[in-house]
C-alpha cells in the first residue's frame, strides 16, 4: 500500500471514487449483501488514512514526536466499532444513555483521532516543526471531504515523497 504516496492525485481521486461506488452499491432484496458492500467501502477509505499516517510516519522530522501507537491503536478500534455496528445494528440506530454512552464518546475522539493524524503528521513534515491546532485543522477537514480534496492533499504527500527520497523519480 505504499505506493499510495507515489501515485498522481488523479490516480488517488480514482481509486476514491472506485470507493465510493463499491460503498453506495445496492441490490434491491439482498440487506445482508448491501451491508457487506458497504462495510467495505468505509474500511477502505479508514485504509487510506491508515496508510497515509503509517507510511508518512517514517518523514516525519527528527525531535517531533507523534503518538503513533494510539493513531495506530484507534484507527484499529475504529475499524472494529464499523464492523461491529455493521452487523448488529439492524434498524442503523443505536440509543444509549449514561455510563454505557462512554464508549461511544471514546469512538468517536478515535474517529476524530484517526482523521487528524495524517493531517497533523503532513503539516508536520512540511513545516519541520511543532503545529497547533488551527494549522493543521484545514488539513483534516479536507481529509473527511475525501474524494474531492485529494486534488489538493496528495501533491503535497508526493512532494514529500520525492524531497525526502528523490532516487525515487516518476
Known sequence: MKHLLYLKHWQ??????????IGNFEIEEHDELNK??????????LAILMV?????????????SLNYNLFMVNGFIYAA????????????SLHVTGWKALPIFY???????????PARLLKYI??????????????AIGFIFWPFTIW??????NKIVKYYQPQLEE
Open 107 to 117: 469512538l468517536i475522539y478515535a474517529a476524530f483521532y484517526t482523521i487528524a493524524f
Open 12 to 21: 488517488v481521486f480514482l481509486r476514491l471514487m472506485f470507493i465510493m461506488l
Open 81 to 92: 466499532a464499523i464492523v461491529a455496528a455493521t452487523i448488529l445494528l439492524s434498524n442503523n
Open 36 to 45: 457487506a458492500v458497504s462495510l467495505i467501502g468505509l474500511l477502505l477509505n
Open 126 to 139: 512540511e513545516l519541520n516543526r511543532n503545529v497547533d491546532f488551527g494549522e493543521y485543522l484545514p488539513l
Open 152 to 157: 489538493f492533499i496528495q501533491p503535497r504527500v
Open 52 to 64: 497515509y499516517g503509517h507510511y508518512l510516519y517514517d518523514f516525519l522530522p527528527k525531535g517531533i
